[in-house]
């Protein structure tokens, strides 16, 4: 496990960020909120999909007015979005978990006392959301749209909630590309022990947030930073969870599930091997024990994996190896070996929770 950066436990409902609790995943959705059915069936979705916070974007008083009826019918701990009015803020606070606003466009700071009043009667946390693309026209014209200037931004309204006695605070300082995002969180990460909400926004379609996202969340979390994160796709709801969830297991950061330890395609393999991995993945997904397993497809690196794994097919030619922590208890025919291998999984998986 990666050793993270100490810091501050809040609580978003029933979802503890920050401190020793795990790093929590995020979403939101895009309906119109104030399409009451519409936006519980989002958060469902979001729920199922192993979604732990949800975010609602609250542009207008329809929209504020909804969150009560939403809140009533989901389980997931929810927070308003808020941007420019800070009146709808007040309004949300009656209803939501928690609230996000941007610095950049709330306003004169009177507003933000009432934001703060608000949250305090309530004992609602909020989240600093800074962002590259609206910062305070102070900051933007000292610093530019630069890490330092989003950092400044974070660090100036840090200080204005403490001053006012409010320290249940989360960051979040989003960029839309990496090094700006990655250097921000960085910077700011030494300063105070705030929880931190990481993010890449704005990221594109699965395929370029995925890249962006493991790259610069990946970063962080293997620098110990990050207490609760979203994925921000252009796409499908489930899947900024899928790919959340996925940079989370393959950092270290929460181990969940199986590592599958594969070839790449080459002349060497010889099997099906990509008939038998995407049988496998398909016949395991129901596993979160974290176990390590591999899935060679010849002898140069078969043995060397399967000695290191918890569970390891070493395929040859037309025949196999099953092996358990590194020593071989079967020598099976092609045709036998996933089931073999699926059968020992399972096994080892069961064992551990009973252990």
């Known amino acids: 496990m990666i050793k993270r950066y100490p810091t501050k436990k809040i609580y978003v409902g029933n979802v503890a960020v920050g401190g020793d609790a795990p790093i929590s995943t995020q979403s939101m959705t895009y309906s119109n909120t104030h399409d009451v059915a519409a936006t519980v ?34 389980s997931l701990p929810l927070v308003a979005d808020i941007h420019y009015n800070y009146k709808l803020a007040l309004i949300a606070a009656e209803s939501v978990d928690c609230i996000r606003f941007n610095p950049g466009n709330i306003g004169d700071k009177s507003r933000i006392k009432e934001i703060v009043k608000a949250c305090q009667e309530r004992n609602l946390p909020i989240r600093i959301g800074v962002n590259a693309g609206s910062l305070e026209k102070e900051f933007e014209n000292k610093y530019g749209q630069t890490h330092e200037g989003m950092v400044a931004s974070a660090e100036y309204n840090i200080k204005f909630l403490e001053d006012l006695g409010f320290e249940d605070i989360k960051i979040s300082l989003k960029a839309s590309d990496v090094q700006r995002t990655v250097d921000a969180y960085r910077m700011l990460r030494v300063k105070n022990n705030y929880p931190f909400h990481l993010g890449v926004t704005e990221a594109g379609t699965l395929f370029h947030a995925t890249v962006k996202s493991s790259i610069g969340l990946g970063a962080l979390l293997l620098d110990g930073i990050g207490d609760t994160m979203r994925i921000s796709i252009t796409g499908e709801l489930e899947e900024e969870i899928n790919v959340a969830r996925a940079i989370l297991k393959d950092s270290g950061a929460m181990p969940d599930g199986l590592n599958i330890i594969s070839c790449p395609t080459c002349g060497r393999i010889e099997a099906d091997l990509v008939t038998a991995v995407a049988e496998i993945e398909k016949r395991t997904a129901h596993i979160k024990k974290p176990l390590n397993v591999s899935v060679m497809g010849c002898v140069v690196n078969a043995i060397g994996e399967a000695a290191h794994a918890d569970v390891a097919i070493a395929y040859g030619k037309g025949k196999g190896l099953i092996m358990v922590k590194g020593e071989v208890i079967a020598n099976l025919d092609e045709a036998e070996l996933v089931d073999k291998f699926v059968y020992e999984v399972e096994k080892m998986a069961n064992e551990s929770e009973e252990g």
Request: some cysteine; glycine content about 2%.
């Open 41 to 74: 069936e989002q958060i469902n979705r979001l729920h199922f999909a192993g979604c732990d916070i949800v975010r609602v974007a609250v542009p207008d008083m329809q929209d504020a007015l909804a969150l009560k009826s939403i809140k009533e019918n989901i």
